[in-house]
């Protein structure tokens, strides 16, 4: 009998989501890499015309026009992400909100002109938003909304959905062991051959060569960074987050940022969104509700800097999953070393797009 092929590690970059793809996978051949990679970035092109509040024809955006009022179809993996971002609403007491379309247009005009939304603007916007407003029917897999003026943006979880869906693709085709990272989300299936898992660094984006703060060694999980350091706007002395708080319409000023490990990439994302609003307390009084759900949020005030660990979180430290503290706290956000060596000391720094 033939000894099996040595599975070597490949990887391919595309442009998706509204950032870089990155997917490194283990196969036996080039050819079989070649169509793992057109077969999961195929579905990741298929999700983003599905889920995409940028595309004008997107299955999401037709929803929002056509489902006022009336009970529209949603396609399986459209109806299977609102239905999870509705449960985290609920969970939140309407942190997490997939309904702020209308709101987040207003702040991503106000990044471009670098002046925070007038208050009137907000409150006109803020009368087609909530997510007690959209309503699903599981039976018949149907979508419908309240309010004409509506919007769905589903950017706070769709690409940690996708990223379980080009996880399943590959699995599918034979690839166990593979790391899809976009922006601050990242999924991963086995680990890679004689390891103990994928090597996730944790590290800061105001100092991008500083020591990561801790390195996680996960695998058949997910990981997702939020925080107010990629985009946000600077106006009036103050600095808002992209992130709205559905509560006040208005871009998160805490300076915060959450990292979150969980089994799955739509879990990690809604939850590391979710957080940042809650804020540190509220934060991790929901993480601790949701069993083998970590988190790591770090918050800064007044040049102070605090860092609360959930229960998971510190048994996955001292479980031998490495925790390698720099003698200060740093910024965490997700980062992954190079996968082909370990001892080399460049390691990968993904552009952060949310």
Wanted: net charge positive.
């Amino acid at each position: 009998m033939p000894a099996p092929a040595r599975l070597r590690l490949y990887e391919a970059v595309e442009p998706h989501l509204g950032t870089l793809v990155r997917i490194k996978l283990y196969a036996a051949s080039e050819r079989q890499a070649k169509a793992a990679f057109r077969a999961a970035f195929s579905r990741i092109r298929q999700l983003e015309a599905r889920l995409s509040d940028y595309q004008p024809d997107s299955e999401l955006n037709q929803i929002s026009r056509a489902a006022v009022g009336r009970p529209v179809s949603a396609s399986y993996d459209l109806f299977r992400l609102l239905a999870a971002s509705q449960e985290l609403a609920e969970a939140t007491g309407g942190a997490f909100d997939v309904t702020l379309g209308p709101v987040i247009r207003l702040w991503r005009e106000a990044r471009k002109t670098h002046q925070a939304p007038d208050a009137a603007s907000l409150r006109a916007a803020a009368g087609h938003c909530g997510y007690g407003k959209l309503h699903l029917d599981r039976e018949k897999r149907t979508v419908t909304l309240d309010t004409a003026g509506m919007s769905l943006d589903v950017g706070g979880i769709g690409k940690g959905y996708a990223a379980d869906a080009a996880l399943a693709v590959l699995e599918r085709l034979g690839i166990r062991s593979a790391l899809i990272a976009a922006s601050g989300d990242i999924a991963l299936s086995d680990a890679p051959p004689g390891q103990r898992g994928w090597k996730i660094g944790i590290d800061s984006f105001d100092r991008p060569q500083a020591d990561f703060t801790s390195v996680l060694e996960l695998s058949n999980a997910a990981v997702s960074t939020s925080g107010s350091t990629g985009q946000h706007l600077d106006a009036g002395g103050r600095r808002y987050s992209h992130i709205i708080d559905p509560a006040s319409m208005v871009g998160i000023t805490d300076d915060i940022t959450v990292t979150i490990v969980a089994r799955r990439g739509v879990d990690a994302d809604g939850l590391a969104t979710a957080v940042s609003v809650l804020g540190a307390a509220r934060g991790i009084d929901l993480i601790e509700r949701r069993p083998g759900v970590g988190a790591l949020i770090v918050k800064r005030t007044g040049g102070v800097t605090e860092m609360l660990q959930s229960s998971a979180w510190r048994r996955m430290t001292a479980v031998g999953v490495l925790c390698k503290y720099a003698e200060r706290p740093l910024q965490p956000a997700i980062q992954e070393f190079s996968g082909r060596m370990e001892s080399s000391p460049a390691l990968d720094r993904f552009p952060r797009h949310e």
